[in-house]
């Protein structure tokens, strides 16, 4: 049980709760809230039954259920629960089916992209509003309104606070840029969109020289002041398609789409003489065909690293002439 436990994530979790609680808001509609003319209720017999299977099925795979295939079933299930509106025989039943949408759009906001969420959220309330229309009396057209309305409004209310869970998570609260997991989202997109369109792509990896002797000289305080002046100098000085990054500690890297490494090492050396804070290091590297991010940014490390090297060996060497 343990292993199950290890291998759920928030989607699985959700999922599951999800269609537990579809299984058991069947159970009373079969049991509780059963209708005396209609004893087997097969619909709600059908509905149980899969609501349950699905529940334990995303519980058992945990992990290995993937985003899109969650979005696909949850969308399967909307449209299962709009045929039930469209057969009941009862407009209560078919006016209690409808608030089940909360839920559904809910998850889809959350888990799903916000696109997805209006496209199919409006297309469901559209034909519900319809069946409700044509099927039963006047009295529900407020019902349809007043639902229709109170639910784009939590939707765009959910989507409005998941995007800023999701800004507050991928920025670096300090510097203001792109925290590493918000610059690893950003890397992987530029790279489908260079792949897909030809282009070069470039990674400048920046870090700056003896940042521990700055903090160690004049406090954490004086740190955290070269850090957001090196940031703010960096990103006042490039395009704004271009993205920067905090990776963590001193260390800083600059995506470049359109750009190849000729042309992003005169960048990196003219940002140094721009961009004057602190001293820094700087290394290059281009994507190449086939090869992984991981790939690209350990080479654009090491590029740094041996750049660092050798400026810190020319200033020894400077030194040296210069002492008697």
């Not at 057969?87 to 889809?108: D, H």
């Not at 003896?210 to 954490?220: A, E, L, R, T």
């Amino acid at each position: 049980m343990k292993g199950i436990l290890r291998q759920q994530t928030g989607l699985s979790i959700a999922s599951a709760a999800f269609y537990c609680a579809g299984g058991i808001l069947s159970v009373l509609a079969i049991t509780v809230f059963h209708d005396p003319s209609n004893p087997l209720n097969i619909p709600s017999l059908i509905t149980a039954f899969l609501s349950f299977f699905m529940a334990a099925a995303f519980f058992f795979a945990g992990r290995r259920i993937g985003t899109s295939a969650a979005l696909l079933l949850l969308c399967l299930s909307a449209v299962l629960v709009l045929v039930l509106v469209i057969t009941s025989k009862y407009e209560i039943r078919a006016m209690t089916s409808g608030l089940l949408f909360y839920t559904y759009l809910i998850y889809l906001v959350w888990f799903g992209p916000m696109w997805l969420a209006r496209l199919f959220g409006y297309l469901w309330l559209a034909a519900y509003g319809i069946a409700m229309v044509v099927k039963y009396s006047s009295e529900v057209h407020q019902y349809v309104v007043t639902m229709s309305v109170t639910v784009i409004v939590l939707g765009e209310l959910v989507g409005l606070y998941k995007r800023r869970i999701e800004q507050v998570s991928l920025i670096d609260p300090l510097c203001g840029v792109w925290n590493k997991r918000g610059f690893e989202i950003m890397l992987r997109r530029a790279e489908r969109i260079t792949r897909r369109g030809g282009q070069p792509l470039s990674l400048l990896f920046l870090d700056l020289d003896d940042f521990k002797g700055v903090n160690d000289g004049g406090g954490h305080a004086e740190g955290d002041r070269v850090l957001r002046e090196f940031a703010a100098g960096i990103e006042g000085a490039t395009r704004p398609q271009d993205t920067l990054g905090r990776l963590g500690g001193d260390e800083f890297a600059l995506l470049l789409v359109g750009v190849d490494a000729e042309e992003a090492e005169r960048l990196g050396r003219r940002l140094r003489e721009e961009v004057r804070v602190a001293e820094w290091s700087f290394g290059v590297a281009e994507l190449r065909p086939g090869e992984s991010l991981a790939d690209l940014v350990t080479r654009a490390d090491g590029s740094m690293f041996s750049e660092k090297r050798d400026r810190k060996g020319r200033t020894t060497a400077a030194e040296g002439r210069i002492d008697p």
